[in-house]
Nanobody
Framework: QVQVVESGGGSVQAGGSLRLSCAASARTTSTYTMGWFRQAPGKDREFVAGISWSGTNTEYAESVKGRFTISRDKDKNNVYLQMEGLKPEDTAVYYC?????????????????WGQGTQVTVAS
């Protein structure tokens, strides 16, 4: 079983920055695709960003492209989401997830393990 733990959420003013971190417990996750999703109140959980096991390939939702950067420290099974230029519409619970497959999926049903989430609140 893989445990996934997020950290780094908080409250910021619009235009501010936050860095989310995610740690995966199992050594084998160093070969897994990892991703970030978010869920705002009353909305479905949506894809934010994903990164391949090597870190070479990344994908982003259109709404965050150019503002968010996903990266990973493969040796330590950690993945990060650097968020810049935050907007009130970025307010959500952010979830880290991983899949044993090599593809960066955009549907949550394609991922195997999830963290509990970390709250990000952006004030206008």
């Amino acid at each position: 079983q893989v445990q996934v733990v997020e950290s780094g959420g908080g409250s910021v003013q619009a235009g501010g920055s936050l860095r989310l971190s995610c740690a995966a417990s199992a050594r084998t996750t160093s070969t897994y695709t990892m991703g970030w999703f978010r869920q705002a109140p009353g909305k479905d959980r949506e894809f934010v960003a994903g990164i391949s096991w090597s870190g070479t390939n990344t994908e982003y939702a259109e709404s965050v492209k150019g503002r968010f950067t996903i990266s990973r420290d493969k040796d330590k099974n950690n993945v990060y989401l650097q968020m810049e230029g935050l907007k009130p519409e970025d307010t959500a619970v952010y979830y880290c997830t991983t899949t044993q497959f090599g593809t960066i999926f955009r549907e949550m049903t394609d991922y195997d393990y999830w963290g509990q989430g970390t709250q990000v609140t952006v004030a206008s």
